[in-house]
């Protein structure tokens, strides 16, 4: 009787057996060896590329024009920096004995400026683990919350689990501010999620061997870790750090020393004293000198202007304006705006001072009764004028106001 020539069973106990020259094979045993070879190639290949395609920093530099709009200084620093990362990566093993280090950055800039959108833009164009994690989680060992390390879960899972690429991604953590030092004196009080976070960090940003839970959350003896080395992975953060501008002109104000240094200081930029952020900045605001020292590269993010907001209106590929002509057009409807009604919209992020996040908020107000009625009604054609603009505005200020 027939038999399949791997796992020995018989025609009888099976429903499928295949035939060759001199050999045969159940379905069971074609299903083992596909799931073999597929796992495999897939090892083999891995979710990143073995060889990274580096880009150029003006290539890197082009692809962030294209999505973010203005804050030319950050995304250069930014191409830069990513640069230079991978370009020591890929030849690490090619040098004359001269070890170079990874700077880590700092984007300091208002809400809405676009800090996390740089970073999600950077992950979209490169093919390497990202994961972005938000500071205000984290307290110290033992307190409710997350540990520092957690936050490297996320990279293992962006990596799908595999280390040896998460120790290549790069890491955002947002909201650094929120962790900055509460008071001159840390021996007061116990700053749980303040200092004692910076210290933790220290260590990641540095570049340690970190025991990480795999699924997040806390630490249990029972609990199996993995081993990463952040040795080379990139970390970036960003930070609001409201009130910093007090500080920079406190800095500034205090080196007037004759006549030279006062038509200096009157030369300054006082609408956008983010410019001239410095690391001692920093360090008065509350963050601790070890932790500004691992991060060298300190880039600023600009107010946006009243050109940046309409421009980000309409410019980038993924514009707010072409995402609802999108939404209108899948429902057959030819949604349009008139330039009033744009420059409406503009008017009001810029009194509600909530920046690019500002002008989501407004929109939104704006068409949210039209995208409730208009796709059961048979209309072909919208037409966003200031007028209409504003009554649904008012509208919705009403209700706030009410409620």
Known sequence: MDRCSFCGRTQKEISVLLSGTEAYICEDCIRQAYDIITNATEKKSGSYPAHIKLKKPVEIKQFLDEYVIGQHHAKK???????????????????????????????????????????????????VPFAIVDATVLTEAGYVGEDVESLLSRLLQ??????????????????????????????????????????????????????????????????????????????????????????????????????????????????????????????SYGLIPEIIGRLPVLAYLEPLDRAALRSILTEPKNSLIKQYIKLFELDGIELTFDEEALQFIVDKALEYNLGARGLRSICESVMTDAMFEFPSENVSQLRITKEYAMDKLDRDSIRLKAG
């Open 77 to 127: 620093v930014l191409s830069v920096a990513v640069y230079n990362h991978y370009k020591r990566l890929i030849h690490k093993d090619v040098t004359d004995g001269t070890e170079i280090e990874k700077s880590n950055i700092i984007l300091v800039g208002q809400t809405g400026t676009g800090k996390t959108l740089l970073a999600r833009t950077i992950a979209r164009m490169l093919n």
């Open 158 to 283: 962006a990596a799908d689990y595999d280390v040896e690429a998460a120790e290549k991604g790069i890491v955002f953590i947002d909201e650094l501010d929120k962790i900055a030092r509460k008071g001159d004196n840390p021996s007061i009080t116990r700053d749980v999620s303040g200092e004692g976070v910076q210290q933790g960090l220290l260590k990641l940003l540095e570049g340690a061997v970190v025991s990480v839970p795999p699924q997040g959350g806390r630490k249990h003896p029972e609990q199996k870790m993995i081993q990463v080395d952040t040795k080379n992975i990139l970390f970036i953060c960003g930070g609001a750090f409201d009130g910093i501008e007090k500080k920079i002109a406190n800095r500034l104000n205090t080196k007037v020393v004759g006549y030279g240094a006062q038509r200096r200081i009157q030369q300054l930029d006082r609408d956008n004293m983010i410019q001239y952020v410095a690391p001692q900045d920093l360090k």
